[in-house]
């Protein structure tokens, strides 16, 4: 098997070996993959951190040996807080990253970031301080950036860059962490789940103080919740149907 890592700000990685096919989720500075398979000028990757799959162009890969991808694996992540940095390569040239890239890549990718001071251990109420830097950002199926993103690539890029690993797709992450009973249960960062007709779960978003939630909705929003589930002031009428609320910090 051979591996990779995310060399350049951000990548699209699609579920067809084609640029037309669909972008499921992106790639970020610093994400490592394993490659599973190569079909002319795609590769078929799944990404370390949360196991999804899907295909990445052949010029946008950069391989790494197994054993750096084990060592790199190995080593404490140190994500980007800032909407958008900026990195030195070995010719000097600068190129820009997004918040959430990792940049414990830089030694191994031999980049240069000028600012590598460490940060406090992240508790659970520095969640929506990070999750605020994403209001308005458009929403975008398959994004994890703050130029386009989805419900479930906000909240996972939200909680890894304090730390914590959620899986990709909202019906994933419904998964993960404990059951709530109850709103009045929960606290800020947690994450409510909607579902359709059918009991799929197909949003989440993140709750907030005072009954409101952050979520991605045409755009990175607040709106109001209830036990029913998020209400939209503008269309005076509830967009989304709760299904579930969890605490995943704890």
């Given at each position: 098997m051979e591996?990779g890592?995310?060399?350049l700000?951000?990548?699209p990685v699609?579920?067809e070996n084609?640029?037309?096919?669909?972008?499921?989720?992106q790639?970020?500075y610093g994400?490592?993959?394993?490659?599973l398979?190569t079909?002319k000028?795609w590769?078929r990757?799944?990404?370390?951190d949360?196991g999804?799959?899907?295909?990445?162009?052949?010029?946008?890969?950069?391989?790494?040996?197994?054993?750096?991808?084990?060592?790199?694996?190995?080593?404490p992540?140190h994500?980007?807080?800032?909407?958008?940095?900026?990195?030195?390569?070995?010719?000097g040239l600068?190129?820009?990253?997004?918040?959430g890239?990792?940049?414990?890549?830089?030694?191994?990718?031999?980049?240069?970031?000028e600012?590598?001071q460490?940060?406090?251990a992240p508790?659970?109420?520095?969640?929506?301080?990070?999750?605020?830097?994403?209001?308005n950002?458009?929403y975008?199926w398959?994004?994890?950036t703050p130029?386009?993103?989805?419900?479930?690539?906000?909240?996972?890029?939200?909680?890894?860059i304090?730390?914590?690993?959620?899986?990709?797709?909202?019906s994933?992450?419904?998964?993960?962490?404990?059951?709530?009973?109850f709103?009045?249960?929960?606290a800020?960062?947690?994450l409510?789940?909607?579902?359709?007709?059918?009991?799929?779960?197909?949003h989440v978003?993140?709750?907030?103080?005072?009954h409101?939630?952050?979520?991605?909705h045409?755009?990175v929003?607040?709106?109001?919740?209830?036990q029913?589930?998020?209400?939209?002031a503008?269309?005076?009428?509830?967009s989304h149907?709760?299904?579930?609320?969890?605490?995943i910090?704890?």
């Amino acid at each position: 098997m051979e591996y990779g890592i995310c060399h350049l700000g951000i990548l699209p990685v699609r579920n067809e070996n084609r640029h037309a096919g669909e972008l499921v989720t992106q790639l970020i500075y610093g994400d490592a993959y394993k490659i599973l398979e190569t079909q002319k000028k795609w590769v078929r990757i799944r990404v370390a951190d949360d196991g999804y799959e899907g295909w990445l162009h052949a010029l946008q890969v950069h391989k790494i040996s197994k054993s750096e991808f084990e060592a790199y694996q190995k080593l404490p992540n140190h994500f980007t807080s800032d909407l958008v940095n900026y990195l030195t390569n070995k010719e000097g040239l600068l190129f820009p990253i997004p918040i959430g890239s990792n940049l414990k890549a830089n030694t191994l990718l031999e980049h240069q970031f000028e600012d590598q001071q460490k940060k406090a251990a992240p508790q659970k109420d520095d969640l929506v301080k990070t999750a605020y830097l994403y209001l308005n950002t458009p929403y975008l199926w398959g994004g994890k950036t703050p130029f386009g993103i989805d419900c479930s690539g906000l909240v996972q890029m939200v909680y890894k860059i304090n730390g914590r690993q959620l899986l990709r797709d909202a019906s994933e992450q419904a998964t993960q962490g404990t059951t709530l009973s109850f709103i009045e249960e929960s606290a800020p960062g947690d994450l409510a789940f909607f579902d359709n007709k059918e009991g799929t779960i197909i949003h989440v978003g993140m709750l907030l103080e005072n009954h409101h939630i952050i979520h991605a909705h045409g755009h990175v929003r607040i709106d109001r919740i209830d036990q029913t589930g998020i209400y939209n002031a503008e269309q005076q009428t509830h967009s989304h149907k709760l299904r579930l609320i969890k605490n995943i910090w704890d």
